[in-house]
């Protein structure tokens, strides 16, 4: 319930300060063959343009090696054109949101030895009083934080 009920203020955040364009949740991916199943995905809009993300909510119950596993079937995901073919999109972010920003290093240093080019990490208070589009979102191996709708 509790993992519940982080996805909806997540997708509340994305709702608030953005155009939210389309949510589908984990029952709406399964059967999708992506090679693993999102939390969700989501496609939501800034001025003209269009963004795609996954989001995993991360509460600290997966081991690192789960989360380095989903990281290199979302890393396939991109490169094999799955993504591009299922969703007629060429780019998507993965967003991971944590709990806590020790969970949030951990795992950037764990995933981040396997790419740090799609994915952006937060916690979720973060989102939840700044929203996404603040410059909340860190890369795996940078000192900085960065908005969504940055490079």
Same mark, same amino acid.
């Given at each position: 319930?509790? !993992?519940?009920?982080?996805?909806?203020?997540?997708?509340?955040?994305?709702?608030?300060?953005?155009?939210?364009?389309?949510?589908?949740?984990?029952?709406?991916?399964?059967?999708?063959?992506?090679?693993?199943?999102?939390?969700?995905?989501?496609?939501?809009?800034?001025?003209?343009?269009?963004?795609?993300?996954?989001?995993?909510?991360?509460?600290?119950?997966?081991?690192?090696?789960?989360?380095?596993?989903?990281?290199?079937?979302?890393?396939?995901?991109?490169?094999?054109?799955?993504?591009?073919?299922?969703?007629?999109?060429?780019?998507?972010?993965?967003?991971?949101?944590?709990?806590?920003?020790?969970?949030?290093?951990?795992?950037?240093?764990?995933?981040?030895?396997?790419?740090?080019?799609?994915?952006?990490?937060?916690?979720?208070?973060?989102?939840? !009083? !700044?929203?996404?589009?603040?410059?909340?979102?860190?890369?795996?191996?940078?000192?900085?934080?960065?908005?969504?709708?940055?490079?």
């Amino acid at each position: 319930l509790t !993992h519940q009920l982080g996805l909806v203020d997540i997708r509340l955040a994305f709702e608030q300060h953005s155009t939210l364009v389309r949510w589908l949740a984990d029952r709406d991916l399964a059967g999708l063959s992506l090679g693993l199943v999102p939390d969700a995905y989501l496609e939501y809009q800034v001025g003209a343009l269009t963004y795609c993300a996954f989001v995993e909510y991360d509460r600290g119950t997966e081991t690192l090696g789960r989360i380095e596993r989903k990281v290199r079937a979302y890393l396939d995901l991109a490169q094999s054109g799955r993504f591009e073919r299922t969703f007629r999109r060429r780019f998507f972010r993965l967003c991971i949101v944590t709990d806590s920003v020790g969970r949030l290093a951990t795992i950037s240093q764990s995933a981040g030895r396997i790419t740090d080019r799609i994915m952006r990490l937060t916690t979720l208070p973060e989102l939840s !009083h !700044h929203g996404p589009l603040m410059s909340i979102w860190r890369r795996p191996g940078a000192s900085g934080s960065e908005s969504l709708t940055g490079s």
